[in-house]
């Protein structure tokens, strides 16, 4: 078994006394008694043989179901995929709160769920039948269904339920308001919903369709049917403490083991989610008419002096203001993704001449250094050859002080910290990306500095922009509806804002997947950071392991490279770990 127990990741031979026996099985929690103290744990194997010599202690008492045996070995793999205790992925799938009631028989993973026969809901018809066929016909890929902002995912999960049924139907969605929605839209038509995670217990009587968001990926369905992942791109699916597993990942392993296809939808998919799976899309006319009209306002030749509100700008949001009820939206992020360099005579921003990421002043006098990819170049503007840089800064507060007095409209201020509700009936909102999600409906969304995502310090900012792109599209509703999406920037040229503009992510992705398999980046290659006092000796340790590549970013923190999750997960499960802190994050967010 498997105990709950802080830097204790062990397992101990225990005996079943005869009165808990009908309680135990494997996935089960349990208390023990461990130095003196009863703790939890879950029982992760059963029939074991008794080591030679050694009297197995009696189990102290149960503690309730816990996950299904088939998600006790998805823990295993989690554990060695992202480097991590197995408590930690136990802990997630398994129930608030103690559950005594026993799990109907679900059949093991070659048998037939327990609600196979419920009812199933029509078909609805019209494209989803053509995209469903499309997941079933890709020969057990996961499916990638790149479906424009505006188009509605229910109807592809109708489908699927109409095609499978409810039970062993897992539905994920990024926020806990978008779960809320999705499952009282299948109820609304006759369809059983476990809602995680509440619905644990109904979840593991097999007979609803589960919808939950990150932590449903590790639901209690003994057998996976089908899974659909809804905005599959969204780094809500991340888990940003260590371990840093992804929902997404999960999912698409539960569909291998158990054979069920694996639907990622997504209005514009990254590299990695589409690199081995089966790109499904909906067609040029349909995706065209799904985005919104995407405006790039180009500012390449305003004096920086002149500040964050251009002259198109005021044109399009003055005449929507006077309009009743109509709301716009400035985005722009406070503290930023990278400080921003412009020439000082013709406002061009300093760029990589080798991965176009944005450069700072570097340590030696006269140079410019770039954080992605550490190339270094003299301060030179790239365009008309001045040597004078000026820093581009503003926060959000004196954005909505200077946009709110420009425009004659009292403005509200919506950062993460704010109140997180909708800022009730305010007309001109300016604030952080948090607006974005705070924030169900707008006429226009406004992007007042586009630059700070586009040439963020990091692999995977251009995919990162065309999301942000994207779900203010879905704020502001088609181009037949009048929606419109209005970008400033000094790069007008770049490949996100024409995919955005041309409704066609794969402008995107053609050239981000030429950089990545050029530099060996995910998916043609692994990356792990390693973080703390402990970082240096454990970086040490993996350095005598072939195919490995371990290089220092900071004091303590150091990048690790290798061909493949296999031979990552394989050599950071073979290195000791030290004594001191140590955070192990497998594919980091900002490398």
């Not at 990589?352 to 450069?359: N, S």
Request: aromatic share 4%; hydrophobic share 45%.
């Amino acid at each position: 078994m498997a105990p709950d127990v802080p830097a204790i990741h062990r397992r101990f031979d225990y005996s079943v006394p005869a009165a808990l026996a009908p309680e135990i099985e494997v996935g089960s929690r349990v208390r023990i008694s461990l130095h003196g103290r009863r703790v939890g744990g879950w029982v992760v194997e059963d029939g074991v043989a008794v080591t030679d010599g050694v009297s197995p202690k009696p189990l102290s008492a149960s503690s309730g179901q816990g996950p299904p045996p088939s998600v006790v070995s998805l823990a295993e793999w989690a554990a060695w995929r992202w480097a991590g205790p197995l408590s930690s992925f136990l802990g997630t799938a398994s129930p608030a709160r103690v559950v005594r009631r026993r799990r109907p028989p679900q059949a093991d993973r070659l048998g037939t769920p327990a609600g196979a026969d419920a009812p199933r809901p029509a078909s609805p018809g019209g494209g989803s039948v053509a995209i469903v066929d499309a997941v079933f016909a890709g020969q057990g890929l996961p499916a990638v269904v790149r479906l424009p902002p505006a188009l509605d995912a229910v109807l592809v999960v109708l489908e699927l339920v109409h095609r499978v049924g409810p039970a062993g139907l897992l539905v994920l969605a990024p926020s806990h308001a978008r779960a809320d929605q999705m499952a009282a839209r299948l109820r609304g038509v006759g369809v059983p919903v476990a809602l995680m995670p509440d619905g644990w217990e109904q979840a593991a009587a097999g007979r609803s369709v589960v919808v939950g968001t990150r932590a449903g990926a590790w639901a209690p369905v003994g057998r996976l049917l089908g899974a659909v992942v809804l905005d599959a791109h969204d780094e809500a699916y991340r888990e940003e403490r260590a371990p840093t597993w992804s929902a997404v990942d999960v999912v698409v392993e539960r569909g291998r083991r158990d054979a069920a296809p694996v639907v990622l939808v997504t209005p514009c998919p990254s590299v990695v989610m589409s690199e081995g799976a089966n790109v499904i899309t909906a067609g040029r006319a349909v995706e065209r008419r799904g985005w919104p009209v995407v405006e790039v306002v180009d500012r390449t030749g305003d004096d920086p002096r002149t500040g964050l509100f251009s002259e198109r700008l005021v044109r399009v949001v003055r005449p929507v203001l006077e309009r009743p009820g109509a709301r716009v939206v400035c985005i722009l992020n406070r503290t930023g993704r990278t400080r921003l360099l412009a020439c000082a005579g013709c406002g061009a921003l300093a760029r990589c001449t080798r991965c176009g990421g944005a450069v700072a002043q570097g340590e030696a006098a006269g140079a410019l250094a770039c954080r992605r990819c550490g190339e270094t170049r003299p301060a030179v503007c790239a365009v008309c050859d001045s040597t004078r840089m000026k820093s581009l800064r503003i926060g959000v507060t004196r954005a909505t002080e200077e946009l709110s007095a420009l425009l004659g409209t009292e403005a509200v201020e919506v950062t993460g910290s704010s109140d997180p509700t909708d800022p009730g009936t305010a007309r001109l909102v300016v604030g952080t990306e948090a607006a974005l999600h705070r924030i169900a409906r707008a006429d226009v969304v406004a992007f007042l500095d586009i630059d700070q995502h586009l040439l963020a310090p990091r692999f995977g900012a251009g995919e990162e922009t065309l999301a942000l792109l994207a779900r203010a599209a879905r704020l502001v509703g088609t181009r037949d509806t009048g929606g419109r999406v209005l970008v400033q920037t000094r790069i007008p040229d770049h490949e996100v804002l024409a995919a955005a503009a041309r409704a066609d992510p794969a402008l995107v992705t053609v050239p981000e997947r030429a950089v990545r398999e050029e530099l060996g980046l995910p998916p043609f290659g692994t990356l792990a950071e390693l973080r703390g006092p402990g970082a240096a000796a454990f970086a040490d340790g993996l350095r005598a392991i072939d195919l490995l590549s371990v290089s220092a970013t900071e004091s303590d923190r150091w990048l690790v490279r290798a061909p493949d999750h296999r031979t990552m997960a394989d050599a950071l499960a073979a290195v000791a770990r030290p004594a001191e802190r140590l955070r192990v994050e497998v594919d980091p967010t900002d490398a």
